[in-house]
Nanobody, 126 residues
Framework: VPLQASGGGAVQAGGSLRLSCAAT????????MGWFRQAPGKERDFVGA????????YYADSVKGRFTISRDNAKNTVYLQMNSLKPEDTAVYYC????????????????????WGQGTLVTVSS
């Protein structure tokens, strides 16, 4: 499922942004979707995920209570609403379909070999 994240930008700490991830193809609604981010000099990390129906969501502890994932299957789009942004949220954000879960249930992962796309840059200044 080809994906394109957008909506990034520069914002001050405490501000909000909404990222979008648009998919092409008619099978979008079949996939559980995840958001990930990669800060400069760090590994890519799980942010959150949403089930195919939107009924279930999962978040990393670092964003829980501040970020909200939603989806509109009619528009083939998944969203990441980010509130109360902090400088440590600065990263390139990616969305991908996720297919497996960590043993403790805290993270989701894409299939090996998944293409990450270009992502969208979020910069939070203090």
């Amino acid at each position: 499922v080809p994906l394109q994240a957008s909506g990034g930008g520069a914002v001050q700490a405490g501000g909000s942004l909404r990222l979008s991830c648009a998919a092409t193809g008619r099978t979008f609604s079949h996939y559980m979707m995840g958001w990930f981010r990669q800060a400069p000099g760090k590994e890519r990390d799980f942010v959150g995920a949403i089930s195919w129906s939107g009924a279930s969501t999962y978040y990393a502890d670092s964003v829980k209570g501040r970020f909200t994932i939603s989806r509109d299957n009619a528009k083939n789009t998944v969203y990441l609403q980010m509130n109360s942004l902090k400088p440590e949220d600065t990263a390139v954000y990616y969305c991908v379909a996720v297919t497996s879960r960590s043993p403790d249930g805290s993270r989701w992962y894409p299939s090996p070999g998944t293409s990450w796309g270009q992502g969208t840059l979020v910069t939070v200044s203090s």
